[in-house]
Structure formats: structure tokens, C-alpha cells
């Protein structure tokens, strides 16, 4: 028992240092990833802001000052770039689409770990460099953030990347039965980018809409951890949040799973 958990271990953290060494091959592409793109997202969403309390004509909106939302904006765009997946969930149908799945499938390894290590090698290293952004800006700036908040904060978050990984792995196992599925990866991040509190706090929804988004698992990708960290909510919201992570990890990899062997069993008969 310990040494297959050796094995699985070494194998899986071989897959995150392949994807590590992969980014950093191509300094101008990761520059661009993990420093530009979150700087003009950041610097965008805090405009709006800036715009959004002028235009109202007041000093609060829901009880919170222009502070905090800037500050909400500053970690949600961090905490955005961490839980999306487009890439490996593209790569991922990439694989099935064009049938080079045939090289995987006859390894000792899942295709769900393969991609699923990948990933979180891929999210440490951009992380790292990413959270460089908002930490500047909070201070400078000098936003509420509360600092001895943030190690719960990136727990929840990266425990929230299992489901958003299961999530690529439902969709990447329908390109067995359908074709054109690159444009349910578009459907679900503009989905996401709603439901996810990137594109404003939820708390902001009329009822009954905020309570039911607000108890979803895809809060947890940034209202929950960005709202912790702000002092927005309490810690009983990230300890519902984990729950509810769970419970769709379970769903769905449920489903992920069924799709899944149904598929191979098509694909190896046809040939797709």
C-alpha cells in the first residue's frame, strides 16, 4: 500500500514538474500570463469601480465603502486567474478529438491525474509570480485585506480547482459523443465568470437569486475566498463553501466518471 502511494505520488508530481518546465520554456508567453494579463484585468475592473461610485453619487453601496470593492477587485481578478482551466480543458479535448487519447490510454496513469497534475504544477508557478499584482496594489493603495486570512483563503481556493478540473474532465469526455465541443468550454466560463463573483460581489443580487448563487460550489472560485480576505464575510461562509465544494465534487465526477468509461468503450470499438 505505501509503495503504490510512492509511485503515485512521484508519477503526479512528475506531471506538475513537466507543466512547470513547459510555462517556463516560453518566458514571454508566462510573462504575459502571469504578470500582464492580471495587471490590465486589475487595473480594469478597479476603472469600473472608480466609475461606478462616481456615477451613483455616494459613499456606499450594500453597506461597503469604494475601499473595500476596490479591494474586492483587486483579489478577484487574482483569484479568478487561479480557479479557470480553459487551457488544460482544451488540450484535454484536444486529446480525444484527434486521437492521440490511444498514447494515454495504454499507460499506468488516469487521464483525469495526467491533466489534473499538470494543472495544479501550472497554477503553482503562475501563483507565485501572479499574486505579486494585488499585493502591490493593496498596499499602495492601502485596501483593507486581511493578511492572516489568506492561508484558508488559497486552501479553499485550490481545494475548488478539483471541481473546476472535474468539470473540464465532464466536458472533455463529451467530445466521445459530440462534436463542436470547444463551445461548451465558452459557454461555462462566461457561465462561470457570473456565478463565480468575478464580475461583482453576488451579495449584490436581488433575492431570491443571491442566496441560491451564493450557496452554488462556483462561489467558492472567488466571492468566498476575495469576501473572507476583505473581511466582506466570516469564516462560517468558507466552512459552507468547502462543504458545498464537496458535494459537487461528488456529482460530478459521478457523471465524469460514467461518461467516461462509456466513452472509451465507443471510442476503442469505432475508433473515433
Not at 479591494?71 to 480525444?96: G, L, N
Not at 486552501?155 to 463542436?180: G, T
Amino acid at each position: 500500500m505505501k509503495k503504490s502511494f510512492v509511485v503515485f505520488w512521484r508519477r503526479n508530481l512528475a506531471f506538475a514538474k513537466l507543466a512547470i518546465v513547459s510555462n517556463l520554456e516560453y518566458r514571454l508567453n508566462y510573462f504575459v500570463d502571469a504578470l500582464l494579463q492580471p495587471t490590465l484585468t486589475t487595473g480594469i475592473e478597479m476603472l469600473l469601480w472608480f466609475a461606478v461610485f462616481a456615477g451613483a453619487g455616494t459613499s456606499e453601496i450594500a453597506g461597503f465603502g469604494r475601499e473595500y470593492y476596490l479591494a474586492y477587485a483587486m483579489w478577484a481578478a487574482f483569484f479568478a486567474r487561479i480557479c479557470t482551466s480553459w487551457m488544460y480543458e482544451t488540450r484535454m479535448i484536444q486529446e480525444i478529438d484527434s486521437g492521440s487519447i490511444n498514447s494515454l490510454l495504454v499507460r499506468p496513469m488516469s487521464f483525469y491525474e495526467y491533466y489534473f497534475s499538470q494543472l495544479m504544477g501550472y497554477k503553482f508557478v503562475t501563483t507565485i509570480v501572479s499574486m505579486m499584482v494585488p499585493l502591490i496594489a493593496i498596499n499602495f493603495f492601502d485596501l483593507p485585506t486581511k493578511f492572516e486570512r489568506l492561508p484558508l483563503a488559497f486552501a479553499l481556493e485550490f481545494y475548488y480547482l478539483i471541481l473546476v478540473h472535474s468539470i473540464s474532465f465532464v466536458i472533455a469526455s463529451s467530445a466521445f459523443y459530440l462534436n463542436k465541443v470547444y463551445a461548451l468550454t465558452g459557454a461555462k466560463n462566461l457561465a462561470l465568470w457570473l456565478f463565480t463573483g468575478e464580475l461583482f460581489p453576488l451579495d449584490l443580487m436581488p433575492e431570491p437569486f443571491k442566496s441560491a448563487v451564493i450557496a452554488l460550489p462556483f462561489s467558492a472560485g472567488v466571492y468566498v475566498p476575495v469576501g473572507y480576505l476583505t473581511g466582506r464575510l466570516e469564516i462560517s461562509s468558507v466552512w459552507q463553501a468547502f462543504g458545498s465544494i464537496t458535494i459537487g465534487i461528488v456529482l460530478v465526477n459521478a457523471l465524469g466518471i460514467w461518461m467516461w468509461k462509456k466513452g472509451v468503450n465507443v471510442y476503442s470499438g469505432t475508433g473515433a
